[in-house]
C-alpha cells in the first residue's frame, strides 16, 4: 500500500522521541499508518508546501536507520528524504542551537586493520543538490536559526570526550566535519542504494561531543537543538517542489503560454477540460 494518493510524499526520518515531537506540530490532518512488519509513520500534509509527509522514529543507530528507511522507501516511494534531529558539535564556532546541514556524510567506522595500525578508508555520501540548494535559499530568511553548510560524520558511538581515541579519528581524518551523530549515513545510503532519491541530513546542535554532554542535555539543549533541525528542514520543504515542477510555474501555475494555451500544470481534472478563449491579450 502507498500513500501517494493526491500529493508526493517526502519522508522525514528521526531516531528519538524529542526530534519526532519536534517535527510532529508542523504536520496537519495526520493519520497513522502501519507498514505490513510492524513501521510506523504518521502522515499528513505540511501547509505551505505540496508535500505529503510522512515522519517516523525509528531508534539509535545507522545500520538500523538504514534497513528501516529502506524499507519505508520501499513502501511510501517517497520523492525525498530527510534524516532530522540532534548532534554534537566538532567546531568552535558551531555552538548550541545552531543547525548543520549536511554537505556530505562521512561513515567515520570505514577502514582496514593492519599491523601497522587502522587504515582508513572513507566513505562519503553527497547530499542532493537540489535538497542543498533548497536549504541554502531557506537559510537566508531564517532570522532565528543560524546554519552551516559542512560535512556530517556518522558512527555507532555517542562521542562524551574531545581527547578520547575517537575524537583525534575523526580529528586526523574527517576534519571538515561540522558534527558528529549516529544515523546520518544509513538514512543516506538507503536513499542511494534506491536510486535517484533526494537525501539530506539535517541536524540541530545539542552538545559539544566532550564531557559535558550529559549537562547540556539536562539543561534542555536536546529540545532546543531539535526544534531547530525541524525549523529547517520545514523551511527546505516550503522552497524544494517536487519533481517536474518548475518555480515558474508553482508561481504562477495557470499562467498563460505563447500561442493559444494554457498551463494548467499542478491541477487535478476528472474528465474533460472545454473552454473557450474571448478577448485579446
Known amino acids: 500500500m502507498s500513500v501517494q494518493e493526491?500529493?508526493?510524499?517526502?519522508?522525514?526520518?528521526?531516531?528519538?522521541?524529542?526530534?519526532?515531537?519536534?517535527?510532529?506540530?508542523?504536520?496537519?490532518g495526520r493519520k497513522e499508518r502501519v507498514h505490513p512488519n510492524g513501521t510506523r509513520v504518521e502522515v499528513g500534509s505540511l501547509p505551505g508546501s505540496p508535500?505529503?509527509?510522512?515522519?517516523?522514529?525509528?531508534g539509535v543507530g545507522a545500520e538500523r536507520a538504514a534497513a528501516l528507511a529502506t524499507r519505508l522507501i520501499e513502501w511510501l516511494k517517497p520523492e525525498a528524504v530527510f534524516f532530522t534531529g540532534v548532534a554534537g558539535s566538532l567546531k568552535d564556532d558551531i555552538p548550541l542551537g545552531d543547525v548543520v546541514v549536511g554537505t556530505q556524510v562521512y561513515d567515520i567506522?570505514?577502514?582496514?586493520?593492519?599491523?601497522?595500525?587502522?587504515?582508513?578508508?572513507?566513505?562519503?555520501?553527497?547530499?542532493?543538490?537540489?535538497?542543498?540548494?533548497a536549504a541554502r535559499s531557506a537559510a537566508r530568511d531564517l532570522a532565528d536559526v543560524r546554519v552551516h553548510f559542512a560535512p556530517i560524520a556518522t558512527g555507532d558511538v555517542v562521542l562524551a570526550g574531545s581527547e578520547s581515541d575517537i575524537a583525534r579519528h575523526i580529528e586526523t581524518h574527517y576534519n571538515d566535519a561540522g558534527a558528529i551523530e549516529m544515523e546520518g549515513s544509513g538514512a543516506a545510503n538507503a536513499a542511494h542504494l534506491s536510486g535517484h532519491l533526494d537525501a539530506l541530513v539535517v541536524r540541530g546542535i545539542s552538545d559539544r561531543a566532550n564531557a559535558r554532554k550529559a549537562q547540556a542535555?539536562?539543561?534542555?539543549?536536546?529540545?532546543?537543538?531539535?526544534?531547530?533541525?525541524?525549523?529547517?528542514?520545514?523551511?527546505?520543504?516550503?522552497?524544494?517542489?517536487?519533481?517536474?515542477?518548475?518555480?515558474?510555474?508553482?508561481?504562477?501555475?495557470?499562467?498563460?503560454?505563447?500561442?493559444?494555451?494554457?498551463d494548467f500544470r499542478g491541477g487535478v481534472f476528472h474528465g474533460t477540460v472545454v473552454g473557450k478563449r474571448t478577448g485579446t491579450r
Do not use: C
Open 217 to 262: 542535555d539536562a539543561g534542555g539543549s536536546q529540545r532546543r537543538a531539535a526544534a531547530h533541525a525541524a525549523s529547517v528542514t520545514v523551511a527546505v520543504l516550503r522552497k524544494h517542489l517536487p519533481r517536474g515542477r518548475s518555480a515558474d510555474s508553482e508561481e504562477d501555475p495557470q499562467g498563460r503560454h505563447d500561442g493559444d494555451h494554457i
Open 109 to 133: 567506522h570505514g577502514g582496514k586493520q593492519t599491523d601497522e595500525g587502522f587504515k582508513v578508508r572513507p566513505k562519503a555520501l553527497p547530499s542532493s543538490h537540489a535538497l542543498e540548494q
Open 51 to 58: 508535500w505529503q509527509v510522512a515522519v517516523s522514529e525509528l
Open 6 to 28: 493526491t500529493r508526493p510524499v517526502v519522508l522525514v526520518l528521526t531516531a528519538l522521541a524529542v526530534e519526532y515531537a519536534a517535527v510532529r506540530p508542523y504536520i496537519e
